[in-house]
């Protein structure tokens, strides 16, 4: 059996600014799974998260579908989105939070050509929720860029933290 | 040495190690005609835990064996899923270990699962196995968190992933990794 | 290839058990911690909680998490107040005799200044209708960088208390780096 080191970063941000996106661009090929770890901020007010959005290779049809898990700390439920217009990252915290919610992203065989891509993600914050999602991309494109939003008007704040890493199968 | 000895361990083990510990073992990426079986053979045991990543079009309950060992009563099983509203189920079957994800979403919903064995080789524990699935068909799908249990003390040499009735669709792919400890 | 996923340490229960897993003097040159347990408890229960301090802290914690028990719904639980319930559910000595629970926390972050969001996900297997999976959301809510992460058999002590981490139990701290 062939054995290789794998789990390499690919690139990683750190906002110095409030950016409206943060894009991963020229993701390359030779990977089989994408993990992105998240850790952002909003600049939304308020006391409410709202979601962390994904786009990709700028698709912004309604091409996007999710099912999620989320616990309150007093019920689990499940819940489902269809024919989005973005995937569902997790959430993101509001400006005034102390606190992020963090989110371990997992883009599976991202760089198929043959079928539709399927994105696992947990995330979570401890005074909020927690919570899980399977998302679909319905495209057999592969996945070379990443698009992060957050929803409205508002931007993802800075000191947010992105990064990307590659896992290679033998 | 400290009268504490015993009482609790400190970082004892001394492995600052240099090298990536999360090293890709084996991949089975399945051709045109399908597959019913994906086998992972010949495992070494130099590793701490293992990880599967596995990405298939077509979703169906995955039986999940070790060791070539078929007898069923060694093995259990425990879920639960959300189902795209209300709350979350809950359930175990006896004398199976299973990857749960079921089928009928059609081949361009993939499954993805992401599968972790803790201490893989170790000959004095049982194996308990740590599962996180899903597939989603806009409209449809299922998101599991499972877990198996196969009552066996030998170190983990061999996984053969199988379904019934249906098979592993061409352009699934299932990637073994090891992570040193 | 840089090396990205590192073991820093890890560490065995011996013959006797441990009360607790202490990773102390951890470098701040990482970018994530990831924390792996499979331990199994001589509490006289089917599941026994494994409970996680940061820095030695007994303080400001708080966390959410889905559980499921093999039967019915899954429920969702919370705790705010001196510990983690990082794996909520383990092992205890009334579970299947050999069966050590699989459990996982990922930190991202760790050396920086926020508060200490982290995620942890287990399963504690048991040969009966009645085992434990869960998803957790978990939170520190104090800004200093974490250099020591301890794994608990105990609720109010750091280093544990009456009960023992049984022979076998593992514990691995691994770190991952953005560099």
Not at chain 1, 70 to 81: I, K, L, M, N, P
Request: hydrophobic residues 35%; without cysteine; aromatic residues 12%.
């Amino acid at each position: 059996m062939a054995a290789g080191s794998t789990y390499t970063k690919i690139s990683s941000y750190t906002l110095g600014s409030n950016q409206t996106t943060v894009t991963f661009s020229s993701i390359p090929s030779t990977y089989t799974d994408l993990v992105l770890i998240a850790v952002p901020f909003s600049t939304q007010a308020g006391t409410s998260s709202n979601t962390l959005r994904a786009n990709f290779n700028s698709d912004v049809s309604s091409n996007y579908s999710y099912t999620l898990m989320y616990g309150d700390g007093t019920s689990a439920v499940s819940q489902r989105g269809t024919n989005a217009t973005f995937a569902s990252f997790g959430s993101i915290s509001q400006t005034s939070a102390t606190a992020p919610y963090i989110s371990i992203i997992h883009l599976m065989n991202y760089s198929n050509t043959t079928n539709y891509k399927s994105i696992l993600v947990r995330d979570g914050r401890g005074d909020e929720y927690v919570e899980a999602w399977v998302n679909t991309w319905r495209s057999n494109s592969a996945i070379n860029r990443i698009d992060l939003t957050r929803d409205g008007s508002n931007q993802i704040k800075s000191g947010s933290i992105f990064t990307l890493y590659g896992i290679a199968a033998a | 040495m400290p009268s504490h000895l015993g009482i609790y361990a400190s970082q004892i083990s001394g492995h600052l190690a240099s090298a990536s510990s999360y090293e890709s073992i084996a991949t089975v990426n399945v051709g045109s005609g399908g597959t019913t079986s994906i086998t992972f053979s010949s495992i070494p045991s130099t590793y701490a835990h293992l990880q599967i990543r596995g990405y298939s079009p077509s979703g169906a309950y995955t039986n999940m064996r070790f060791n070539g060992d078929t007898t069923a009563s060694n093995y259990r099983y425990h879920y639960t899923v959300a189902t795209g509203s209300g709350s979350l189920s809950s359930g175990s079957a006896a004398s199976t270990a299973y990857l749960p994800v079921t089928g009928g979403w059609g081949t361009s919903s993939p499954l993805a699962m992401i599968t972790d064995i803790l201490d893989y080789a170790s000959t004095t524990k049982y194996k308990t196995i740590r599962d996180f699935e899903g597939i989603d068909a806009n409209g449809s799908g299922e998101l599991y968190m499972s877990s198996d249990l196969w009552m066996s003390t030998s170190a983990i040499s061999s996984i053969v992933l199988s379904r019934s009735g249906a098979t592993f669709g061409q352009y699934s792919s299932f990637a073994l990794y090891g992570i040193k400890g | 290839m840089a090396d990205t996923f590192t073991l820093i340490a890890s560490s065995t229960a011996g013959a006797g058990g441990v009360t607790a897993f202490d990773f102390t003097s951890i470098p701040s040159t990482y970018t994530d911690l990831v924390l792996k347990w499979s331990v199994r408890q001589d509490l006289s229960a089917v599941a026994a909680s494994d409970f996680i301090y940061i820095n030695g802290s007994q303080t400001s914690y708080i966390g959410r998490w889905i559980e499921a028990s093999g039967a019915g719904s899954a429920t969702s639980y919370g705790y705010s107040g001196n510990f983690t319930y990082a794996n909520p559910e383990g092992n205890g000595a009334n579970s299947t005799a050999n069966a050590f629970s699989n459990a996982e926390i990922y930190i991202p972050s760790y050396a920086g200044s926020y508060y200490k969001s982290f995620a942890s996900i287990n399963a504690m297997e048991n040969n009966a209708a009645t085992a434990y999976v869960s998803l957790g959301a978990n939170l520190w809510s104090n800004g200093s960088a974490i250099n020591r992460v301890t794994i608990s058999t105990s609720a109010t002590s750091v280093t544990g208390g009456a009960q023992k981490f049984l022979q076998y139990s593992t514990a691995y701290l691994y770190g991952v780096s953005n560099a």
